[in-house]
């Protein structure tokens, strides 16, 4: 069974603040992806990072994946209010032949204050 | 039509019921997965389908059980429901197959899920 991890699991800040989540996992994913969620809604994909060590920049937001293809992080800069939501991060590994799923950490809550 | 339609998106059942889970995925969208997400946690893969077919499987029961249709709807069946079954399913479609997601090439549209409360 494939793991991932996210901390911190809870986050509540300041607008204007900046912050950093983390996504960890023991296995070598072949790609790693971000993805939003806000209540009543399925997640929304923000990224998805193949190589290892590639940076991506999305307006504010800032995703890395690890050069071991391990970890990754997402980095917000001055947050919004508007950027609170469950952070998910999502691996992908092989199951068998070509087949391949998405094992999902289990997020980080953002909650950003006026 | 555009995006990705789940149905009921609430539902009540009691334990021992079964429930069907519906999803109506974006013309020419020919894959689709099925996860379970219990409150404050991430989505738990379920199964997937490509072309009709299933071709992959969670870490779940035999009474959990799907179909695809050629219409790019999609079914999630479970049957002797139990109190952990209580979660939001969400169905999530793609068109061409997995490779492209995992490259960037293509996006997994999930649908808003449907919350079963089982009693």
């Known amino acids: 069974t494939q793991l991932l991890e996210q901390s911190p699991q809870f986050l509540s800040i300041q607008e204007g603040e900046n912050l950093t989540v983390y996504c960890n996992s023991s296995s070598v994913f072949s790609s790693l992806q971000w993805y939003r969620q806000e209540p009543g809604e399925g997640p929304v994909l923000l990224v998805t990072v193949v190589t290892g060590g590639e940076v991506k920049k999305l307006k504010r937001l800032t995703f890395q994946f690890g050069d071991a293809r391990k970890d990754s992080s997402l980095h917000i800069t001055a947050a919004q209010p508007g950027d609170t939501g469950l952070y998910l991060c999502?691996?992908?590994?092989?199951?068998?032949?070509?087949?391949?799923?998405?094992?999902f950490g289990s997020g980080t809550q953002l909650t950003v204050l006026p | 039509e555009t995006g990705v339609t789940q149905s009921p998106t609430h539902l009540i059942k009691t334990r021992g019921q079964q429930v069907t889970l519906r999803c109506s995925s974006q013309?020419?969208?020919?894959?689709v997965s099925w996860y379970q997400q219990a409150l404050g946690q991430g989505p738990q893969f379920i199964f997937q389908?490509?072309?009709?077919?299933?071709?992959g499987r969670g870490n779940f029961p035999p009474r959990f059980s799907g179909l695809q249709f050629p219409n790019y709807s999609s079914e999630l069946n479970v049957n002797a429901l139990e109190l952990d079954d209580s979660a939001l399913y969400l169905c999530?479609?793609?068109?061409?197959?997995?490779?492209?997601?995992?490259?960037?090439?293509?996006?997994?549209?999930f649908g808003a899920g449907s919350r079963l409360t089982v009693l």
């Open positions: 013309s020419g969208h020919n894959t």
């Open positions: 389908y490509y072309r009709e077919e299933e071709n």
């Open positions: 999502a691996g992908t590994y092989f199951l068998s032949g070509s087949a391949r799923q998405l094992t």
């Open positions: 999530a479609s793609t068109l061409g197959g997995l490779a492209g997601i995992y490259s960037g090439a293509n996006v997994l549209t």
